[in-house]
């Protein structure tokens, strides 16, 4: 799915009251291009009658102004005011749970859809070729199948998210096998067969029959077996693309997946913590979208497999130099050694290593800025020590490398 036009990063949301678990659901949801495409063209507030609050048009008035209001910070108001009409459980001030708040929202979407058909007409296959059921909707198959006659028995669900299992996975790849894996039925679970017509061992299975345009997989970290509600907050780990083809009952062309956005929650149970989430934005750079912070959330990196000559942690050496014969161990000898992790980003105008600050003011679509210390450039013709310059170096504890906390739940949309 891609996007129709090409936008800076949009408005971060204000917190009125814990509710990241609703900005970091409309984030997403605002960054799914196949939804945004839809909302931005206005094509179901042309012809919406409702006169009351509906879902449906504020989703879409949501995300054409955050789109709209680069740089800036919004709130999602109208939507928080009318919770309880799209989540009845929910209160506005409580901790609620992220996933569920999505899933109120789709299906309140799918209501407005349906909403211009009797009721009881459209059959549960037909729900999912609406505008929501054909972006999100997908399909189940649950299969058994007898290991005597070899009969099948299959049943098909839609859905419009994964729930995946990690309590014996480390990877979302390892969750996803254990989600198709085959559960054997026998003995007293036996399943009753209509070929053979008794009770014999048999296969359970379920796979993705149709997979849907956009997969929104739901890593379960959460344990409600007491009333503390505890988290796994072991490290998963998964890439940049999926291939669901495995996972499929039929391979296809169309079930690799990009990664499109990331939900977070932060902290040790069910009942506490705080989300926020990363989204890709039509640009194709990745923003952490913390409730009104928006920041660019990844680097890129790029560590040169040769090179001819060793690396000087303390200066940048000009091109002009690298030609000479004379070296620089008499020099470099005398810098004092120092315990900083440094790496280094190629400049695509420079070609040269650029030291780069820990907390580089990166915000918004704005262009990386070096805040260094500043450089000192090494002469190879002098003569003299250079214990006045390296003093004017900061100590610095630089570490460099992104990654996403272990303690942090990851929906991936």
């Not at 490290?235 to 956005?261: E, R």
Request: proline share 4%; hydrophobic share 30%.
């Amino acid at each position: 799915m891609k996007w129709k036009s090409i936008t800076n990063i949009g408005a971060g949301l204000y917190n009125i009251g814990n509710t990241c678990f609703m900005n970091s659901v409309l984030q997403c949801l605002t960054y799914s291009p196949a939804l945004a495409n839809y909302m931005i063209s206005g094509e179901h507030s042309k012809n919406c009658t409702n006169k009351s609050f509906c879902i449906f048009c504020s989703i879409e008035i949501h995300i054409i102004a955050s789109h709209k209001a680069t740089g800036k910070a919004t709130t999602p108001l109208v939507i928080a005011k009318n919770i309880e009409k799209v989540a009845p459980t929910f209160r506005i001030g409580r901790q609620e749970d992220s996933h569920e708040f999505f899933c109120f929202v789709i299906d309140s979407l799918q209501k407005v859809c349906l909403s211009k058909f009797p009721k009881g007409s459209i059959s549960p296959r037909d729900s999912m070729t609406t505008v929501i059921g054909s972006i999100f909707g997908g399909y189940l198959r649950s299969q058994v199948k007898c290991t005597v006659c070899q009969y099948e028995s299959n049943t098909f669900d839609e859905f419009m998210d994964l729930c995946v299992e990690i309590n014996q996975a480390n990877s979302l790849t390892k969750g996803l096998q254990n989600f198709v894996k085959p559960e054997i039925l026998d003995g007293e679970n036996g399943y009753k067969c209509k070929k053979c017509n008794k009770l014999v061992k048999a296969e359970k299975s379920l796979q993705i029959e149709i997979s849907p345009p956009v997969l929104t997989v739901q890593i379960k970290r959460f344990s409600f077996l007491n009333s503390y509600g505890g988290k796994d907050n072991k490290h998963i780990q998964f890439g940049q693309t999926l291939d669901l083809s495995p996972y499929m009952t039929q391979k296809n062309d169309y079930s690799i997946y990009d990664l499109n956005s990331v939900l977070v929650h932060l902290g040790d149970s069910a009942n506490s913590g705080h989300y926020y989430c990363y989204v890709k934005g039509s640009n194709g750079v990745w923003y952490k979208m913390d409730d009104s912070m928006v920041s660019q959330a990844y680097n890129v990196f790029y560590t040169k497999g040769y090179t001819e000559r060793s690396i000087n942690t303390n200066s940048v050496i000009p091109k002009n130099t690298l030609g000479l014969k004379r070296k620089l161990e008499d020099e470099v000898s005398e810098l004092p050694k120092q315990d900083i992790k440094k790496q280094f980003k190629i400049s695509e105008t420079e070609k040269k290593p650029i030291v780069e600050e820990k907390n580089s003011p990166v915000s918004n679509g704005s262009n990386p800025t070096n805040t260094a210390a500043p450089i000192k450039v090494v002469s190879t013709g002098a003569k003299r020590k250079l214990e006045d310059e390296v003093s004017e170096l900061p100590k610095q504890d630089i570490k460099k490398q992104f990654k996403i906390s272990e303690n942090e739940k990851k929906s991936i949309f």
